[in-house]
T-cell receptor, first 113, second 110 residues
Framework: EAQVTQNPRYLITVTGKKLTVTCSQN?????MSWYRQDPGLGLRQIYY???????DKGDVPEGYKVSRKEKRNFPLILESPSPNQTSLYFC????????????FGPGTRLTVL | QKEVEQNSGPLSVPEGAIASLNCTYS??????FFWYRQYSGKSPELIMF????GDKEDGRFTAQLNKASQYVSLLIRDSQPSDSATYLC??????????FGGGTRLMVKP
């Protein structure tokens, strides 16, 4: 089944404890991206990648890191999480390097205490 | 001014009616436009995309694009209670960044 998977789906952590949210797609898509969704602010792009080893900042990159060492994986790293990073996170992928027609993973709900 | 604007709703329509959802965008250089549906607690699901001025139809859905007016809309014909969801308009701006509007909540009443 063609899909984007994220792990973990739910995570509660404490301020300052490094964490990684994994994202994997099995569709051989060029483009992958991360979003956060907050009430009243909608979906905002954090980082995106048009291909392996190519990453770019989105609208809200502060406090996040990403890497794209393999085509299928695009992990999101929070080196020192803070409470304002409590949010619902979505990974997405697209068959085109331009990011058209993005398909979303199931989401990761992160709470930082 | 937000990059992509939508009325948050809720937009309430009776079952069988046409639901009309609207979206405006500020970047005249935008080329690609998308409509996503998001059920409560679920991830956004792509339902329509449109790249050229005019109408594009897919089943009960019609997307309309007017680049001169910087306006994109989604019509849902014969609305069903299962169409009740939040509809997100999204635009690809320069630099391949996908920007979303805040979404319009649609309620279809039986």
């Amino acid at each position: 089944e063609a899909q984007v998977t994220q792990n973990p789906r739910y995570l509660i952590t404490v301020t300052g404890k490094k964490l990684t949210v994994t994202c994997s797609q099995n569709m051989n898509h060029e483009y992958m991206s991360w979003y956060r969704q907050d009430p009243g602010l909608g979906l905002r792009q954090i980082y995106y990648s048009m291909n392996v080893e190519v990453t770019d900042k989105g609208d809200v990159p502060e406090g996040y890191k990403v890497s794209r060492k393999e085509k299928r994986n695009f992990p999101l790293i929070l080196e020192s999480p803070s409470p304002n990073q409590t949010s619902l996170y979505f990974c997405a992928s697209s068959p085109t390097s331009s990011g058209r027609e993005q398909y979303f993973g199931p989401g990761t709900r992160l709470t930082v205490l | 001014q937000k990059e992509v604007e939508q009325n948050s709703g809720p937009l309430s329509v009776p079952e069988g009616a046409i639901a009309s959802l609207n979206c405006t965008y500020s970047d005249r250089g935008s080329q690609s436009f998308f409509w996503y549906r998001q059920y409560s607690g679920k991830s956004p699901e792509l339902i329509m995309f449109i790249y050229s001025n005019g109408d594009k139809e897919d089943g009960r859905f019609t997307a309309q694009l007017n680049k001169a007016s910087q306006y994109v809309s989604l019509l849902i014909r014969d609305s069903q209670p299962s169409d009740s969801a939040t509809y997100l308009c999204a635009v690809i701006r320069a630099g391949n960044m996908l920007t979303f509007g805040g979404g319009t909540r649609l309620m279809v009443k039986p």
